[in-house]
T-cell receptor, first 109, second 115 residues
């Protein structure tokens, strides 16, 4: 699995967009980029994943750099319920994932 | 549809005692994972099953940890004997083995405290 680098923490205000960056310069051509989040006292929850093209779903958007060495998870309008640890993972398609320490997102009302 | 079910949610034991955790994955999911999560850290893979076969157990401390998935459905993770350093959350996850899909479904975890 590719090594990923994320900021330890980020802050946002409610109803504002949030851009969570991730660097994965060693990612291989077949590794997907996965994002999970973990709320307090819960197991991780899938957010989104992609390979080369930008991806959108009901939770978020994933913008992948053309060289695939970095990506950005975009929460279009942060809510208090989006406060969580966000993990960026580079790995195989069906799920052997290596989690790092993630980014702690704080959302202010 | 029911999610991944784990039990117990919390367990407190004294060191050197045995402990077991149970996981029932989402129906139809062939792949099952056990992860360990220490406080303030991301989850670390202990073992991965494809049906009843353990295909990746390289991170499982086999001197005291064991796992089984006898019929390819639910699974049990055991620690015997437990040590103080085993205090952590044990997470179970499952996924359908479907090419292109990276989604793992996690349970709420079993929090172990070893005194």
């Amino acid at each position: 699995d590719a090594k990923t680098t994320q900021p330890n923490s980020m802050e946002s205000n409610e109803e504002e967009p949030v851009h969570l960056p991730c660097n994965h310069s060693t990612i291989s051509g077949t590794d997907y980029i996965h994002w999970y989040r973990q709320l307090p006292s819960q197991g991780p929850e899938y957010v989104i994943h992609g390979l080369t093209s930008n991806v959108n779903n009901r939770m978020a958007s994933l913008a992948i750099a053309e060289d695939r060495k970095s990506s950005t998870l975009i929460l279009h309008r942060a809510t208090l319920r989006d406060a969580a640890v966000y993990y960026c993972i580079g790995g195989t398609s069906y799920g052997k994932l290596t989690f790092g320490q993630g980014t702690i997102l704080t959302v202010h009302p | 549809e029911a999610g991944v079910v784990q039990s117990p949610r919390y367990k407190i034991i004294e060191k050197k005692q045995p402990v077991a955790f149970w996981c029932n994955p989402i129906s139809g999911h062939n792949t099952l994972y056990w992860y360990l999560q220490n406080l303030g850290q991301g989850p670390e893979l202990l073992i991965r099953y494809e049906n009843e076969e353990a295909v990746d157990d390289s991170q499982l401390p086999k001197d005291r940890f064991s796992a089984e998935r006898l019929k390819g459905v639910d699974s049990t993770l055991k620690i015997q004997p437990a040590e103080l350093g085993d205090s952590a959350v044990y997470l179970c996850a499952s996924s359908p083995r479907r090419e292109g899909s990276g989604e793992l479904f996690f349970g709420e975890g079993s929090r172990l405290t070893v005194l």
